[in-house]
Structure formats: C-alpha cells, structure tokens
C-alpha cells in the first residue's frame, strides 16, 4: 500500500530527513519551476536535473531502486498523452511531457518521503497556507487508513452474503457507501467528544520539535541554486 | 487522476494557482467562521471518508462499474465552502501522497474540482431546493465542469487533443457525469433512510448564490481571458495544427455565431472561450431541464435543519 | 475520606422527549474503583458523560472533587475527570503517540516542555515511551489502548473512566491492562460487561437497567441476582 510505504520511508533517519520540512518545501518548489518551465530544446537540462535528483535519492538512505520506480506512477497518465502528442506528429513533445512529468514526480516523492506528514503540514503553515486546511489534512491523514479498513471490511461483509463483491447490486452498493458515510460521521462526532474530554477549546495546539536552523537555510539556498544554475548555464 | 505537474504551461498554471491560493484562503476562513470548532474532525474525517468511499465499486451496467468523486454529495451535506475546504485538503493529500496529481498543478486541480466542481455542483442543488433532480444535477454538473476545465487546460497549454478524441473524451465526460449524479442522488438517498437529518437544508436563491454564480463565471472568464491575452504565441499555429479550434467552433456554432464572427482571427481565443461557453451552456441546458422535469411536483428529499 | 464524584437525583431527557437516565444517586470516595454493569442502552455511558460534562443533567446534581458542575468549573472538572473510550482510534487523533499525549497538557495551556515532560513521564508509566514517535496507526490494540490512558493521565486526573476497555484486547492484553489500572492510584469508574476483569480489580459494583440503577452491591452478588 502506497500510503503505508511512504509513511515507513518518512520516519527513515538521513541528512535529508532531518532537514527542516519547510526548507525542504522551497527547495521541491523551486526544483519544480524549474523542470515545468524545461522546454523540448533543452535534453541537457532534463539529464542535469535527473542526476541532481538521483544524488539526492542516496542522502535520504531510502532504497535508490523503488524511489525510482515509484515515482513513474505518473508515466501511464503521461503516456497517454504522450502518445496522442506523438500520433499528432509532435514526438518532441510527446518526450517532453514523459520527461517533465517523471522529474516532477520524483522531486515531489523526494520531499513527502523524506518529511513525515506532521512536520510537512507544520512547514507548509510556516509558509502561510491557511492553517485550518492543514488541521483538516492532519484529521484526514490520521483517519484514512481507519476508514479504508472499515470500507474493505464492508466489502468482504458483503461479498461473503452476495457472493463476491463484484456480485454487489448497484442497491446494495449505494447502501454501503451510505452507511460508509453514517459511520464516518458518527466516528467524527466520537472523535470531537474525545477532543472536547481532554479540554480541546477550539484550537488545537501546536507542538513543534523541529527548528529551522542554518543547515536547514544552506540546504535550502544550495539546493534551489543548483536547479535554478542549471537553467542558467544550460539554456 | 489529476493533472500532473509538466503538462500545463506555465501562464496557465500560474493562473490558477494565483486564483485557486486565495480562493480557498477565504473559504478556509469563511468555514471556520460558519462553523463551530467541531467541524475540524468532520471535515477531517468526511474527507477520508471519500478516499474509503473509492473503493466501493459502483456496478453500473454491462459489467462495468463506477466510482464516486463526491465533491457534489460533499457540498450537499458540508455546504459548498466545507465541501471546498474538504476537496482541496483531498487534492492536496492525493498530490502529496499518493503523487496523484502535480504540486505547482494544485492550483489548477483545486480550481477545477474544489471550487468548480462544488460551487457549480452545489448550485441546481440549492436552485433546486434539493430535490432529487437537485441532486442528480448537481452530481452531474459538478463532474462534468471538472472535467471540462481540466481539458481546457490541457488544450490552452498546447497539449494536442485531436477531434476524435476530443469527441470521445466529451462522450466520456457524459457518461461519468451522469454515473456521479446517479450515484450521488443514490447515496444521498440511502443515506436519508440511515441517518435522517445529515443532508443540509439547501439554501434558496439567494444574494450570496447569486454572487456566487458571479464570481465563479467571473474567474472562469478572467482565468480564460488572461491566459489568451497573454499567451498568443505558439497557441496559435498549434490550435490550427490540431484543429482544435476548428473542433470547438464547430461544436458550439450555433450558440456562439455572434462571437465567432468577432474572433474568428483568433483561434486561440475561439478556444478558450469554447471552454467557458460550454460550461455555461451545458449548465444553462441542465437547469431549464431540469425546470420542466420538476414543474409541478417538489418534493424535497431532506430539507431537515440539521 | 471525601469524595470524588456525588451525584444526586440526576436525570438526563434527550431532545426528542426519551428519559435516558432517571435519578441517579452515585458517589465514588477518591482511590476507590467501581464496576458499572448493566445491559446496552441501560445508561452506563450516557452516565459517564456527565462526569465530565460532555452531557449536562436536565434536573439534579453533580459535584466532583467539591467541585459543583456549572458553565464555570467545566474546565476544571475536565482537569480531574479523564474519560477513556472504548475506540481508541477516536481518542488517538493526533499524527504521533507523543503528540496525541501532550494534547490534554498543551491543551490546559502548558508550555510545549512542560507538555512533553508530562507527556514522556505518563507514557513511561504506561510502559510505551518506547512508541512516542509512532503513528498511532502503527500500534496493536493493546497499544494503543495504554496510549489513550496515557493521554488521560497526562493532565493528572483524580478519576479515571474507562468505557469497555478490553474490548478489541487479547487476553493477554487484557491481563496487561488489569495490571496497569491496579498499579495506578486514581479513582476508577469501569464500564464493562467483562465481569472476571471488573472483578480482579474491584468488589464494588452497580448495575444500571433502563436509565436507572437498579443495585448497588459486591459483583457476585448482583451477578447472582441479575443472571449477569
């Protein structure tokens, strides 16, 4: 499962991983900007940034083989396009959709797999996203895997009456899912009584552990200026 | 799945990001503001709620079957600026976590899904006094706007969709929409049986809907203009080189004659126009049908104050 | 000794009319432990919500550690009152073991030290400082269980509620858990139907039957008496 892989890879300890979330943001940031504005002239760049990302893949100690592969997550969806770009006579473009896509993806897997969700939502609020979003992706990240369980458990429940699952009728289904979503709001009505127990006023405090510190400031300054050098030296 | 980072050029990603980022700070404040502190966990928990809800698998005839987006059912029982709040922390974690989607792209999948999709999909509901119609539409529309606009996109930034495709994805888009009004009306629904009293009562046709409607065809229209008028490079030989243009301009002759005389120098501007117009149009049609199939007998599913 | 909770003439009328809890008469003396016992639906929970003022009586009273329930004091009866629920998953909504114990502290308005001190010392008492950078989503059952006491006992309560808390626990997560609660010296109010569990750590037991209790007495008594 993709989310559970990601959330191992999180907790890793690397030079990478103990980076400032928000640094670590900036520098993604300033990387992607720089692949999205790669246009088909400039191969060199693509094979520049790939290297910069591939050395990174070992100072985050995460297996070098399955970050690689998994950020070609996005390549079916590119393909797609890819080949009508290419059917429409732009195989330039058709490459560069591949290759913009993939860099992407690889940049964006770098920094969620090296930050746990708690800190990369903290370095996002450092950077002024509206803090009450970020509460709501904190309570839906915690509850995700709960309620995908309960699902999958309704689902076998299910499928053991009808069958299989696939043998579901459509009634059955559109019950399930209302049931799904009964339980979900039940489980949140539960949680907030459990908040509200432990003195929750509204507010949910803050914890930090994690200072932005001068390493954190060069590794953001060096990072975004060799992506951002790249583009100038290599137009 | 949501457009990946690398697609969209870069005006037309700025754009949105630059309309999407304020956008939903304000609905940020605005939920907070409507509701009281224990709306932090549900909308937590409702979002989690539609990845579970996912993997439902929805038969929906011939052996196929469907899924829910939800961003209608949200704006249904959230109300459209929760629903927006909960669709944009989806997005979010669906780009951050499961790479569904690009980072510097999340301003367009916000804007097309969490904004788009749930103000347009909230409004027949509440035209409507959320009967079933109401609700079927709403599910339909909302889809079908997001789609919509994620192809426009596609096709402002010079991805080329050749006609035939550009039919068949508009088939597609149909299809879907009317899967996720079926579905959506089908679970609100079941849900109605199992916990009366969880949908919320619609609002009328109000000053704030109807400055609603404004301002999302205001941004939609802006959005489309700023990108024509800033980009006429490059679009231009690459509309005429994929017969976009052609396609769009044929496909809604007839209710923009007036305009494509005006424009018609400008396939790029045809294009983008095209997109807009038949968001409108497709959303003008649904709710005069939607009038006549509800002339008469108004029958609200669950208008309770919650 | 005085006591933690008095409760006198309590009743609780739910919006659409339902009498839910009808008289109670219940105290608890501070270090004691009480087993409540009684069918679903009697008001053993709807009970234990009061204590902390998650629910608030229709008619009656309820004083807690001297202290009488009003708008006022709930803060500070929600200080000296820990409610442990029986899903643990709903209690643990934090993104870290730690965080989600240092919640109650910070939440009392302690500094961020002060709340991990807090937070590392009732982990520790449970025996799970060794979890505190996990997700709860990474812990058994059994975990996560001692993690929601030690968010309880992180804002130093005199009495602790547990609503079923074997439930989903393994027998030896259950002798575990047995072990834990006698170790700690608050005051208890156990919501079980696990008779032998109620039993290994108290003899007094009340038994609740539609909204009101119906005995109070030792457990084998009312386990003969109820057919429990």
């Known amino acids: 499962m993709r989310h559970a892989r990601i959330e191992r890879w999180s907790r890793v300890a690397s030079p990478l991983h103990r980076r400032h979330a928000t640094a670590k943001i900036i520098a993604a940031l300033v990387m992607l900007v720089c692949i999205a504005t790669l246009t088909r002239q400039s191969l060199w760049c693509c094979a520049l940034y790939l290297a910069l990302l591939a050395t990174a893949v070992p100072l985050s100690k995460l297996p070098p083989a399955r970050i690689l592969l998994s950020a070609a997550a996005v390549l079916p969806f590119a393909l797609c396009f890819a080949l009508v770009s290419a059917i429409s006579g732009e195989p330039d473009r058709a490459v560069m959709l591949l290759v913009r896509g993939y860099l992407s993806s690889l940049t964006a897997l770098l920094l969620i797999a090296t930050t746990p969700m708690p800190e990369l939502l903290a370095g996002f609020e450092v950077l002024r996203a509206p803090r009450f979003l970020l509460q709501v992706m904190q309570f839906l990240y915690r509850y995700l895997v709960v309620l995908m369980e309960e699902a999958s458990a309704m689902q076998d429940a299910a499928g053991s009456r009808a069958g299989s699952i696939r043998a579901l009728q459509l009634r059955q289904a559109t019950g399930a899912a209302g049931v799904l979503f009964a339980r979900s709001y039940g489980r949140a009505q539960a949680i907030h009584r459990a908040m509200v127990a432990r003195g929750f006023d509204g507010h949910i405090p803050e914890f930090r552990t994690h200072r932005f510190l001068v390493p954190d400031a060069l590794f953001a300054a060096v990072a975004a200026g060799l992506a951002i050098s790249v583009r100038l030296v290599l137009p | ?306 | 000794m005085r006591n933690i909770v008095e409760v006198r003439e309590l009743r609780y009328v739910y919006e659409d009319g339902t009498e839910a809890l009808k008289k109670i008469d219940f105290e608890l003396e501070a270090g004691e432990t009480v087993a409540l016992l009684g069918a679903n639906g009697s008001g053993k929970t709807t009970f234990a919500l009061h204590l902390n003022g998650i629910l608030r009586a229709t008619s009656g009273s309820v004083v807690i550690d001297g202290i009488a329930m009003s708008d006022k004091t709930l803060a500070e009866i929600r200080r000296r009152v820990g409610l442990v629920f029986q899903d643990s998953d709903n209690q643990l909504f934090m993104p870290t073991v730690l965080e989600d114990v240092a919640f109650g502290p910070l939440a009392s308005g302690k500094s961020p030290e002060e709340a991990a001190e807090k937070a590392n010392a009732a982990l520790t008492q449970v025996g799970m400082a060794h979890k505190a950078g996990k997700a709860p989503w990474h812990l058994s059952a059994g975990e996560k269980k001692r993690v929601a006491i030690a968010g309880i006992l992180a804002g130093d309560p005199k009495l602790l509620v547990l609503d079923e808390p074997t439930t989903f626990l393994d027998p030896p997560g259950q002798r575990g858990l047995a072990d834990l609660l006698e170790s700690l010296p608050q005051a208890k109010l156990l919501i079980t139907h696990d008779v032998p569990f109620a039993q290994r750590l108290t003899e007094r037991g009340v038994f609740f039957e539609a909204g009101a209790i119906a005995a109070k007495d030792r457990i084998p008594a009312i386990v003969e008496r109820f057919g429990w």
Not at chain 2, 11 to 23: E, K, N, S
Not at chain 2, 119 to 127: I, R
């Open chain 2, 1 to 306: 799945m949501h457009i990946p980072d690398g697609f969209l050029r870069t005006r037309v990603w700025v754009t949105l990001d630059v309309v999407a980022a304020p956008a939903i700070g304000y609905l940020a404040r605005r939920a907070q503001r409507e509701f009281d502190h224990h709306k932090v966990p549900l909308m937590g928990v409702m979002g989690a709620f539609i990845f579970a809800a996912q993997m439902i698998n929805f038969p929906v005839g011939n052996g196929t079957s469907g899924h829910l987006v939800g961003a209608a059912l949200l704006s249904f029982t959230l109300g459209p600026a929760a629903a927006s709040i909960v669709m944009t922390a989806i997005l979010a974690t669906q780009a951050l976590v499961f790479q569904d989607g690009g980072l510097l792209a999340l301003g367009a999948n916000v804007f097309n899904m969490a904004i788009a999709g749930v103000w347009l999909g909230y409004l027949p509901f509440a035209l409507l006094g959320g009967n079933r119609a109401g609700i079927f539409l709403g599910g339909l529309i909302s889809l079908l706007s997001s789609a919509f606009l994620a192809l426009s996109e596609l096709m402002l930034s010079g991805v080329p969709i050749p006609p035939a495709i550009f039919a068949l994805s508009c088939g597609l888009f149909l299809i879907s929409g009317i899967i996720e009004g079926a579905l959506t009306l089908a679970v609100v629904q079941a849900l109605d049986r199992i916990q009366p009293g969880v949908m919320r009562q619609p609002k009328g046709i109000t000053r704030n809907l109807g400055l609603a409607l404004g301002a999302a065809a205001a941004l939609l229209s802006g959005a489309g203009i700023f990108v024509a008028s800033t980009h006429p490079d490059g679009i231009q030989s690459l509309a005429l080189q994929t017969g976009i243009a052609g396609q769009a301009t044929a496909l809604f002759r007839t209710p923009l004659a007036d305009y494509q005389a005006a424009f018609v120098r400008s396939p790029w501007l045809t294009k983008s126009l095209a997109g807009i117009a038949g968001i409108v149009i497709i959303y003008v049609l649904c709710l005069v049908i939607s009038r006549f199939l509800t002339a008469g007998r108004r029958q609200a599913i669950a208008p309770r104050p919650n």
